[in-house]
Nanobody, 125 residues
Framework: VQLQASGGGLVQTGGSLRLSCAAS????????LGWFRQAPGKEREFVAS????????AYADSVKGRFTISRDNAQNMVYLQMNSLRPEDTAIYYC???????????????????WGQGTQVTVSS
């Protein structure tokens, strides 16, 4: 499985960015795709996830109402639309893939089997 994240950049407070994750290497019908982020000096934290087949989504409380995760099954793409960005959203954002075997927790990074390289998002105040 290969995951390629892109779309990061520098934006002002209140601005928007859309991150993309290109997934390849297998079919993802039994997978959940997620976005995590890691700020300097902090642990990696869950942002959002989506089940590939059902489209069921989950979000961290800190991004609910501002971020939207979506996927394009035909293109094997996952997106994270980020609106109303805040300085505290500044981090490296990673996409990840979790093979769903019934033991995983969608918000736990250790549940995810495959990771992309990350893309930097910086929100200036």
């Amino acid at each position: 499985v290969q995951l390629q994240a892109s779309g990061g950049g520098l934006v002002q407070t209140g601005g928007s960015l859309r991150l993309s994750c290109a997934a390849s290497g297998r079919t993802f019908t039994s997978y959940r795709l997620g976005w995590f982020r890691q700020a300097p000096g902090k642990e990696r934290e869950f942002v959002a996830s989506i089940r590939w087949t059902t489209g069921y989504t989950a979000y961290a409380d800190s991004v609910k109402g501002r971020f939207t995760i979506s996927r394009d099954n035909a293109q094997n793409m996952v997106y994270l639309q980020m609106n109303s960005l805040r300085p505290e959203d500044t981090a490296i954002y990673y996409c990840a893939a979790d093979y769903i075997d019934g033991t995983d927790v969608y918000s736990r990074s250790t549940s995810y089997d495959h990771w992309g390289q990350g893309t930097q998002v910086t929100v200036s105040s």
